[in-house]
């Protein structure tokens, strides 16, 4: 017991327990914290998803401007309207430039007579 008592009370003992204790200490904190290079490794993931992250949210924005810019479902109604309104008028457009075709042939007609007539007389 006594060589037990004598081993505890000298100081390099003491110091070695005490070493002990900080390197099991080290060991334990080595396994619960990451080492610089896998730090780094995970500061560079964390950077890209951020920037991944930030070009999702600016497409995003852009697609939430363009949909609030589509005509809505009334606006699309009156432009169907209007459309339609629009074939209706070509349609009559159609029919008065008709009614001018025959007039145009009747007239060609008529020149091409005169221009008959015309070299006949002077022959």
């Given at each position: 017991?006594?060589?037990?008592k004598?081993?505890?009370?000298?100081?390099?003992v003491?110091?070695m327990?005490?070493q002990g204790?900080f390197?099991v200490?080290?060991?334990?904190?080595?396994?619960?914290f990451?080492?610089?290079?896998?730090?780094?490794?995970?500061?560079?993931?964390h950077d890209?998803?951020?920037?991944?992250?930030e070009?999702g949210e600016?497409r995003?924005?852009?697609m939430?401007?363009?949909?609030?810019?589509?005509p809505?479902?009334s606006?699309?109604h009156?432009?169907?309207?209007?459309?339609?309104?629009l074939?209706?008028?070509?349609?009559?457009i159609?029919?008065?430039?008709?009614?001018?075709?025959d007039?145009?042939?009747?007239?060609?007609?008529?020149?091409d007579r005169?221009d008959?007539?015309?070299?006949?007389?002077?022959?």
């Open positions: 017991m006594d060589f037990i004598d081993l505890f009370s000298s100081p390099t003491i110091v327990i005490v204790v390197m200490a080290m060991i334990v904190m080595q396994s619960k990451a080492t610089r290079e896998e730090f780094e490794k995970l500061r560079v993931e890209t998803l951020q920037d991944k992250q070009r600016m995003m924005a852009f939430e401007k363009a949909i609030q810019q589509m809505d479902e606006s699309l009156n432009i169907s309207n209007q459309i339609t309104e074939k209706g008028e070509l349609k009559a159609n029919a008065r430039l008709s009614g001018f075709n007039i145009s042939d009747r007239m060609q007609n008529q020149v005169i008959e007539f015309l070299k006949r007389r002077s022959v």
